[in-house]
């Protein structure tokens, strides 16, 4: 989280949360960081009237970028441990693993037993109990991460990582937050930290996996309009 004079920023994990991180704090003034992938409900009690920023992308992309970031990183995360199973299920199998948290519960089980018991400000800051909220739930893992970081009291003002360039600014000036030409500058010539394998995530896909992701983040890709390879 990122508390400014007018706003906090909440960080939704492969989310251009590492472009919107670098942009305010080097450019907003008063910007400052007071935690990791923290919630929207844990904000603390000085900032809560303040309205939230945060950022949401296409769940497809989004499946595709996490399974892809977490391959290459050395020692990836808990959640990309236990769903690849060390690493040896490929993409269509961990991702299925995923999909299905909200539906049965051996492998909600263990990865629950496998999280922290609470929250640590380290990697992804989910609690093993948090994830108590998507059993029997049907929803995608997504869908679940959404919810759990931005439900909460007050304003939360949603971009869309595909057109953050565009929404960034304006949003801004929304919650109050005066905009100047090296912010301009910044936005319009700094290439997103986070690589282009979501690019062509249609690739990645079978029918049947993709037809889950529709089925499980159903209401996400409704209320933000995504589709499929768009």
């Known amino acids: 989280m990122i508390a400014t004079d007018h706003f906090v920023f909440i960080h939704l994990q492969t989310c251009g949360d590492h472009f919107a991180k670098e942009f305010l704090l080097r450019l907003v003034p008063g910007a400052r960081q007071i935690g ?3 919630p929207r409900r844990m904000t603390p009690p000085a900032l809560a009237s303040l309205p939230a920023l945060g950022m949401v992308r296409n769940p497809w ?15 990836p995360g808990t959640l990309f441990r236990v769903l690849s199973e060390n690493g040896t299920l490929d993409f269509e199998h961990t991702v299925r693993n995923m999909l299905d948290l909200g539906m049965t ?5 263990e990865l629950m037993g496998a999280l922290p018991p609470t929250f640590t400000g380290r990697g992804l800051n989910l609690p093993g109990s ?21 439900d909460g009291p007050g304003v939360t003002h949603i971009l ?17 937050q005066p905009v100047n030409a090296a912010m301009r500058a910044y936005v319009e010539a700094t290439p997103s930290r986070e690589g282009a394998a979501e690019d062509d995530y249609t690739r990645l896909y079978g029918d ?23």
Not at 61 to 75: C, D, E, G, I, M
Not at 133 to 138: K, V
Not at 160 to 176: D, H, K, M, P
């Open 130 to 150: 948090a994830l108590e909220s998507i059993r029997g739930s049907g929803l995608g893992f997504f869908s679940f991460l959404y919810r759990h970081m931005y």
């Open 61 to 75: 992309s989004y499946y595709a970028l996490w399974y892809s970031l977490n391959l290459r990183q050395p020692n």
């Open 36 to 38: 990791a992938y923290v």
């Open 160 to 176: 869309r990582v595909e057109r953050l360039r565009t929404e960034l600014l304006s949003t801004l000036l929304v919650v109050g």
């Open 105 to 109: 519960g051996a492998r909600l089980n």
């Open 208 to 230: 049947e996996l993709r037809d889950l992701v529709a089925e499980r983040d159903a209401q996400l890709i409704a209320r933000w309009g995504y589709l499929f390879g768009a």
